[in-house]
Structure formats: structure tokens, C-alpha cells
């Protein structure tokens, strides 16, 4: 079974640095400790206007997007 890493919404600076919108893996494990990780690399090199978090949705996981800083 495939478990997805979505990025809710693409801001300037994930559009800017080419980052993927989505990210596939077989493991949810796995999946669940990138969409950790993705978010909060984001937090801290991202230009701060918006805040990120990785949120459980069925078998995926949904990196959201906030306005605010970290």
C-alpha cells in the first residue's frame, strides 16, 4: 500500500525552490517520519510568513500550511 506526503498548499518559497507537491512511499512509518522532518525543515528555512505541520489524514499525511511564523 503507497502512503503520500501532500503539501497542502505551494507557497513563493516551495514554488521558488522547486519542491515537490507530493512525495510517495511504500511505508507508513517512513512516510509519517519524512512528513516530520519535511515540515519542520520548512519552518526553518522557509521565509517565516507561514507555518508548517504534518497532520495524519487516513493513511497519508498532509503537510499544512499556516499563516503566522514558527
Do not use: A, P
Given at each position: 500500500m503507497e502512503h503520500h506526503i501532500?503539501?497542502?498548499?505551494?507557497c513563493g518559497c516551495a514554488k521558488?525552490?522547486?519542491m515537490p507537491q507530493i512525495k510517495t512511499f511504500d511505508d507508513k512509518e517512513n512516510a509519517h517520519r519524512v512528513a516530520r522532518a519535511w515540515a519542520q525543515e520548512l519552518n526553518e528555512?522557509?521565509?517565516?510568513?507561514h507555518e508548517f505541520e504534518a497532520i495524519e489524514v487516513d493513511d497519508n499525511f498532509v503537510i499544512a500550511?499556516?499563516?503566522?511564523?514558527y
Open positions: 501532500v503539501v497542502e498548499k505551494m521558488r525552490k522547486g528555512t522557509f521565509c517565516g510568513k500550511v499556516g499563516e503566522g511564523s
